[in-house]
């Protein structure tokens, strides 16, 4: 089984425009994700739609290509990339251009969901802990997901699911294990193609979650899991506390 791992680097983010060049401790955040991302992936690849991150990425000696400026998601990015790039890769890993404090074993863990050849995609999930507290359950920029016996995504939403029904919310992550969703996927290549062809899903207008129109129509979302917490950055301010990080992981 051979992977390649393509990371979509948008520069016009709402809130936090040009962020894959924002400064992290001297070096762009698009490559403290790349440098991530390689010790887990031979074949590492950033695929977005500005000439600025384009050259930066391979001013540090990384690869990218140039994508369309019109695709309505990461995954429609993805797709064009693996195309240009060259199809001969069975699997198709999906990592967040904003995300430098991506833990190569989770990587790992996403790819041996390949180990079993029924896998169609995959994404990790961690559970949330008691000392997280309620008011994290409760985040609806945390999604959350319910999972079946085979290890596969029944259901992702922003609400909390399921309901524990006679219980104080307080006592909930007493009662049940709940997992979050990490947003890293991987797909087969035949199946990427397949999916990014989809109408969007009623599903996934309702939630603004992406991976319930694949639910949607059928596919299979094999689950990894992971304890190690990840940290996206979204806005400015995320970027302060990541350069805080940062500073205590040196």
């Given at each position: 089984?051979?992977?390649i ?7 016009a ?13 001297g ?10 991302v ?24 990384g ?24 199809n ?32 169609q ?15 994290t ?8 997901v ?51 062809k ?11 979650l ?29 970027m ?11």
């Open positions: 089984m051979n992977f791992a393509i990371i979509p680097a948008r520069y983010s709402t809130r936090f425009p040009g962020k894959p060049l924002a400064d992290m401790g070096k762009p955040m698009i490559q403290r994700v790349y440098e991530q390689q010790k887990a992936v031979t074949e590492v690849w950033v695929a977005t739609d500005n000439v600025f991150i384009f050259e930066t990425v391979e001013t540090f000696g690869k990218a290509i140039m994508t369309s400026e019109k695709h309505r998601s990461g995954t429609d990015r993805i797709f064009e990339a693996y195309e240009k790039i060259g001969n890769y069975d699997v198709v890993i999906n990592v967040q251009g904003d995300e430098p404090f991506i833990q190569p074993k989770q990587i790992e863990t996403l790819m041996k969901c390949f180990d079993n050849e029924d896998t995609l995959a994404t990790l999930v961690k559970p949330f802990l008691k000392e997280d507290g309620f008011e359950l409760f985040n609806p920029n945390s999604p959350k319910v999972i079946n016996k085979n290890n596969e995504a029944i259901y992702f939403s922003r609400s909390i699911i399921p309901y524990i029904r006679d219980v104080h919310h307080t006592e909930w992550l007493d009662k049940h294990t709940f997992y979050k969703h990490i947003g890293m996927y991987a797909y087969r290549g035949d199946i990427l193609k397949e999916i990014t989809l109408p969007q899903s009623s599903l996934e207008k309702a939630e603004s992406e991976q319930l129109r694949w639910i949607e129509n059928g596919y299979k979302i094999k689950v990894g899991y992971t304890d190690t917490e990840t940290f996206g950055i979204d806005t400015p301010e995320d302060e506390k990541a350069l805080k990080e940062l500073k205590s992981l040196n």
